[in-house]
């Protein structure tokens, strides 16, 4: 699976050719899923702003729904598990896209293996994981106990697709934690090497091969 992991989404021209490419074509000319599901875990999510995701009617620049796909469906992941794989597999064999919103990384993670998704995420090297925030730091090893609200256990583990963790949102204007100073002592906690991004930020990983693509600011921690 090639990854796009973002901290808004696809929010500048660099993203989005970064996109297409890993991509092999246009967006018009792609199928996409929408999978809400970390909202559901986040005390600062709603309905009403998963509505505004998949409807793309957000105020801010950016997102995912709303790029011009082909077509665009929602993957609700905690349903999965109710309607079996007979259903819901095919839909992700037919998608060339998984759009990954933000939320709750851990209570993404927990669903993601719950419904078999992680499982198959290796069967499908072409398809494209556009992760943003939660969506993102889902694929990491770690979060950090910072970026941790759903508690069943407590633990910060994530998925381990890849081999860095990810501190999003840097600088993001209102938000007090979220400065490079704060970004760093994260690390401290955090084995291994871990990037702070900002909106204007991705990272790209196709075949192994780590790239940041930026028009914002960014750094590399731990390294």
């Not at 494209?128 to 939660?134: D, I, L, M, R, T």
């Not at 028009?215 to 921690?221: T, V």
């Amino acid at each position: 699976m090639k990854l796009l992991l973002t901290s808004g989404g696809v929010t500048n021209g660099s993203i989005r050719s970064a996109l297409t490419e890993m991509l092999g074509r246009d967006v018009a000319d792609c199928d996409a899923l929408f999978v809400p599901t970390a909202q559901w875990g986040h005390p600062a999510c709603s309905p009403q702003s998963v509505w505004r995701s998949t409807a793309g009617r957000w105020s801010s620049p950016g997102g995912l729904c709303e790029l011009g796909w082909k077509s665009v469906g929602v993957l609700e992941l905690t349903a999965l598990p109710s309607i079996g794989p007979d259903r819901w597999v095919p839909w992700v064999r037919d998608a060339d896209v998984l759009l990954v919103d933000g939320g709750e990384a851990i209570y993404l993670a927990h669903w993601l293996r719950e419904s078999g998704l992680a499982q198959l995420l290796p069967d499908h090297p072409d398809t494209v994981w556009v992760g943003v925030s939660a969506g993102s730091m889902v694929m990491t090893p770690r979060i950090g106990a910072e970026f941790v609200d759903w508690k069943p256990g407590g633990a910060d583990e994530a998925l381990g697709v890849v081999d860095f963790s990810i501190f999003p949102h840097l600088d993001y204007r209102g938000w007090a934690a979220n400065t490079l100073a704060s970004a760093r002592r994260w690390a401290l906690s955090i084995p291994g090497p871990a990037y702070a991004i900002d909106d204007q930020t991705a990272i790209a990983v196709v075949d192994g091969a780590v790239t940041v693509v930026s028009e914002g600011h960014w750094e590399a921690l731990n390294p």
